[in-house]
């Protein structure tokens, strides 16, 4: 395991798993993203992860053009690292995905380090009002859909976009298997120290949301890459603040955001993403840890520097 640093915390601001009649807060719009992130940042999240969305109904997007109306001015108002997808939706091809962050060439990007099943189903029979007409099937038709990231998809994506644009990586492990996948890449010499890895807890087709399984994922990597990655933990839904918690105690950094949960605590909804930083970074510093700045998680993680984006 990495030398205990401060903590950084990452807020994923949109996503492209919750839609809009699930929350009124979601941010859709470019403006409202922004406004998002940039307070996000303020609140304490030295990693901004990003998603776009459809101004005019707030589907999940993947157009170049629609990132370009929030990332200059993200970057303009805020000094935070910027992450941009590369998984995009359940829905869009390889290529759609990869399009905004080849352009953009951010100093982060996601990375899932597999394909999986990957469904909040559950979660239709539950709303009684759909804003827009593509929610219902969206959310219904992720009983049938795989993610996929094969082998092949994640070499190309090292390559061209880790390789080609200088650009590193939250690896998105949902499962143990995933560990394993990234083991792989890194004995291939396509994955350099540090690693970030961000470690995923309650998605449905994932490892489930316990406790022993933090601990479990946690033991795994420290076999599997010793001293040379960053450890990072994601609770998804309900699970969001009360496994960070245990998971920071156990030398975990954290992630928060409107894309993770849509709630504040329980029957909450959180009203921005900054409320969710906030809430975090309070438990935090009440168990003594320290909060990273972006200056610091960008040595912490090698980056190469905002400086050196296209945006």
Known sequence: MAKPNKVIITCAVTGAIHT????PHLPITPEEIAKEAIDAAKAGAA???????????????????????????????TDAVINITSG???????????????????????????????????????????????EKPYVEGTEDIIFRNTFRDIRHILQDLGEGC????????????????????????????????????????????????????????????????????????????????YAAIRGANVR????????????QLAPSNASQVRKIRTLLEELGLEVATPAEARAMLALKGGDQVSF
């Open 20 to 23: 809009p009649a699930m929350s």
């Open 47 to 77: 990693i901004l992860h990003l998603h776009a969305r459809d101004p005019h109904d707030g589907r999940p997007s993947a157009d170049p053009e629609v990132f370009e109306q929030f990332l200059p001015a993200i970057k303009e108002a």
């Open 88 to 134: 995009g939706s359940t829905k869009m091809t390889l290529a759609e995905r990869l399009a905004p962050p080849l352009r953009f060439k951010p100093e982060m990007a996601s990375l899932n380090m597999g394909s999986m099943n990957f469904s909040i189903h559950p979660a239709a029979s539950k709303i009684k009002n759909w804003k827009y007409d593509w």
């Open 166 to 245: 200088g650009t590193r990586f939250e690896f998105e492990c949902y499962d143990v298997g995933h560990l394993y996948n990234l083991a792989h890449f890194v004995d291939a010499g396509l994955i350099k120290p540090p690693f970030f890895i961000q470690t995923i807890f309650g998605i449905l087709g994932g490892i489930g949301p316990d406790p022993e399984n933090v601990d479990f994922m946690r033991q795994t990597a420290n076999r599997l890459f010793g001293n040379d990655y960053h450890w990072s933990v994601l609770g998804a839904g309900r699970h969001q603040i009360s496994l960070l918690t």
């Open 256 to 267: 928060v955001g409107l894309e993770d949960s849509l709630y504040l605590g329980r029957g």
